[in-house]
């Protein structure tokens, strides 16, 4: 397969993370939302030991907390269809599929809003009266938020190049 004409290394950053994000949004987050019976045990497995690893009281039940389930559902009805077509549009190149660029900078922005809310969440929330799983001191604390920290910062890479891409410098006359 060649490259593209115009071939940008960060083009493929994004392509490999919403490449990655189809199989974990519709195989884990889903977890948090819906039925234990629609999964297999090996994935159900591997939702038990991301909680006991991170103690993510949000994913382990996103019906506790409507502000994460409103992500969640935003993740899996929205976000997954844009998935597949950012995935073809970045292995083209955003400068081949310009169309990519603003979609993507709404998604990041998105994001970057619900994973800081998520911060503000693990780092801020009394925890000491849930009875479910939950950080239970401030290391846990910053393990939790370091499971959300990649979808920050390629959001937050997708948003400066999105603007860059759509506000390009003007030329000097």
Not at 93 to 102: D, E, I, R
Not at 107 to 135: C, N, R
Not at 144 to 151: E, Q
Request: a positive charge; hydrophobic letters at 50%.
């Amino acid at each position: 397969m060649t490259l593209p004409e115009r071939y940008r290394v960060i083009d493929y950053v994004f392509f490999a993370y919403f490449l990655m994000q189809i199989p974990s949004t519709i195989f884990f987050d889903t977890q948090g939302v819906y039925p234990e019976s629609l999964y297999p045990s090996f994935l159900k497995s591997l939702k038990a030991h991301y909680l006991e690893t991170y103690r993510d009281p949000f994913l382990a039940n996103a019906w506790q907390h409507p502000w994460y389930l409103a992500v969640c559902l935003t993740e899996h009805f929205i976000e997954v269809p844009f998935f597949f077509w950012a995935t073809f549009a970045y292995w083209k190149g955003a400068l081949n599929k310009p169309s990519v660029v603003l979609p993507s900078l709404i998604y990041s922005v998105h994001t970057a809003t619900a994973v800081a809310s998520i911060f503000s969440m693990a780092l801020l929330e009394d925890f000491s009266g849930y009875k479910a799983l939950a950080p239970r001191n401030f290391g846990e604390r910053l393990k939790l938020c370091s499971a959300y920290a990649i979808f920050f910062i390629v959001s937050v890479v997708n948003i400066i190049d999105g603007v860059r891409l759509l506000w390009p410098k003007k030329k000097a006359e």
